[in-house]
């Protein structure tokens, strides 16, 4: 089967089960299904998740997230930064100016998703940045998409972030990233402070945020680019964000936390992921 009619069925079910027309309403109409600590990110000007490579539920939350985010801003001007080369911005930048499916024909065609390497490459990651797109198209210009991979990331993409806010006149901005770079203290190998740090540094509030789950696997290039098992830190209910108390003392000021990862294949393969379905309304299941 081709690309393409890959596309519209991978597209069909990440929209079609949200049960959330893309064309239905505005991101200050859309209902968006409820994310049980969402609010505490109102605390900061930038909320960053840390990003579980190869996953589904790493960009289903960060999805939710963006929802409300858009929900939020009210008409305010915004930003969503993704981990994705800065070539994307050509895509990005013209949202508004062309109908959403002719960006993301370019946008999801694009030769970085033919690579096998981590799992940005992801399934799951493609029909986010579809997502996206529409959504940024609905809010008439106040959320802007901007490709944060300029390279040293921690440095100059943090330096991308920060331009991009001050030249859209965004307030805040909400962005997905590996949780690496989520950091706000350097872990050893990490050549700089990490890109949420210095985000911090040029003076701007930020929350950092942690995967977290019950178990599972993901798909990362740590110390291979394989399958890996993802590190069981089970809690009670279901999918939530939480701020830990001494946060400002820890690598990440909190986390969000799914009851179990589960594996989503790289776009390459054009093969469904296995999948659960977040346990919240209208959470998109891949």
Known sequence: MSRPRYAWLLAA?????????????????????????????????????????????????????????????????????????????????????????????????DAFWDEFRDGRHSAAMWQLVHRLIALSARSGGSLRIVALARQPIDVDGAALLVDSMKSSGASRALVLIGNAHARMTRMPGQESEPFARHVANAGLSVISLNAQAGGGKAWWCAPGCAVHPFYASPEKGGVKIVLLPDGDRQ???????????????????????????????GAPSV
């Not at 990440?252 to 346990?279: C, F, I, N, Q």
């Open 13 to 109: 079910l990440w929209f079609g089960l949200s049960g959330l027309p893309l064309h239905a309403r505005s991101p200050a109409q859309r209902a968006c299904a409820p994310l049980q600590g969402f609010e505490v990110t109102r605390q900061a000007q930038v909320t960053v998740f840390g990003d579980m490579h190869g996953t589904v539920q790493s960009p289903a939350v960060f999805a939710q997230a963006a929802c409300l985010f858009a929900q939020r801003l009210g008409g305010e001007r915004g930003v969503i930064g993704l981990e994705l080369p800065e070539s994307f911005n050509a895509y990005f930048d013209e949202v508004g100016v062309q109908p959403v499916e002719t960006v993301w024909a370019r946008a999801g065609s």
């Open 251 to 281: 690598p990440w000021h909190g986390y969000y936390y799914v009851p179990e990862m589960t594996l989503s294949h790289p776009v390459k393969t054009m093969a469904l992921p296995e999948h659960v379905r977040l346990d919240m309304p």
